[in-house]
């Protein structure tokens, strides 16, 4: 489990697809604070992951703390968008070959939320 919440902090230093890619099981669902449903899937998991990440991955993002116990780990993150303060959590599972198979993610305030949906919409339309 370290080492795949070590290539998780890989990634967002880097934002390098081809780590992504190999950091998701094919199985893995991705729980985002506005949608409803799960997305399942690698490929539904990868295309929110990678969206997340040119929205929030600005030079503000920063994780602030950080609890593991076995295959979950709760990384607690701060950013800012257009002068809207935004505070969430990455809640990921890992499987034993230390790939995620679940990750949620959780927002606040309320006027964060609907920052991120309009903009999370805007990257998933693109092609």
Wanted: negative net charge; aromatic residues 8%; hydrophobic residues 50%.
């Amino acid at each position: 489990m370290q080492l795949g919440l070590a290539a998780w902090h890989r990634y967002m230093l880097g934002n390098d697809p081809g780590l992504l890619d190999e950091l998701i099981a094919d199985d893995a669902v991705f729980h985002s604070p506005v949608v409803h449903t799960p997305q399942a899937g690698k490929a539904k998991v990868l295309l929110y992951l990678h969206a997340a990440g040119k929205v929030l991955g600005n030079d503000a993002f920063r994780y602030v703390r950080e609890l593991v116990d076995g295959p979950e780990a709760l990384l607690e993150f701060e950013t800012e968008i257009d002068g809207i303060l935004i505070n969430g959590i990455d809640l990921i599972r890992f499987d034993l070959e230390g790939r995620i198979v679940d990750f949620k993610v959780m927002v606040r305030p309320l006027k964060a939320i609907n920052k991120l949906w309009g903009m999370m919409a805007a990257q998933l339309e693109q092609p």
